[in-house]
């Protein structure tokens, strides 16, 4: 039998708090700055996705010398980390949320509706691509676009 597959796999950091974020950015060799902590605050206590606009936004209001090219940094860095992933909701810009709360996304294509998918839904996909392609999927980088119950 084989095991159940975690999606995506790279994934998985088990973070509950802006200090344990900085802990480990401290134990990789970064800097716990003041704008770090600023964004990683915002990104706690965000109700669900936001663009790197929104985010800045949301720095700025608390700490108004951040720069956004320094917001853009921290994005990065804590991508590489895995702390936090973006993903791609349609049309719009990309949207960051913390890691341990990635989902997928399907977004119906009349209404706009958006519906965070489990990843359950998408195991046997996965599966599927690495026993016959040797690929890993990341269902929580793009939104699949579709039709919902309504506007089917």
């Avoid at 320094?70 to 936090?84: A, D, F, H, P, S």
């Avoid at 209404?111 to 839904?121: F, K, N, R, S, V």
Wanted: hydrophobic letters at 45%; one cysteine or more.
């Amino acid at each position: 039998m084989s095991k159940p597959l975690a999606l995506p796999p790279s994934r998985s950091l088990a973070i509950s708090s802006v200090d344990e974020v900085l802990a480990l950015v401290r134990a990789r060799g970064g800097r716990a700055t003041a704008s770090r902590r600023i964004l990683l605050e915002v990104l706690f206590e965000a109700d669900g996705h936001l663009s790197a606009e929104e985010l800045a936004q949301a720095v700025c209001a608390r700490a108004p010398d951040v720069h956004i090219s320094t917001i853009y940094r921290n994005l990065e860095e804590l991508q590489r980390m895995g702390v936090i992933v973006h993903s791609h909701l349609g049309h719009g810009a990309a949207a960051y949320q913390l890691a341990a709360l990635a989902h997928a996304h399907l977004i119906c294509e009349e209404c706009g509706a958006t519906i965070e998918a489990p990843d359950e839904l998408f195991r046997p996909l996965a599966r599927a691509a690495r026993d016959k392609l040797g690929f890993t999927i990341d269902p929580h980088h793009f939104a699949i676009l579709g039709h919902c119950e309504s506007c089917g």
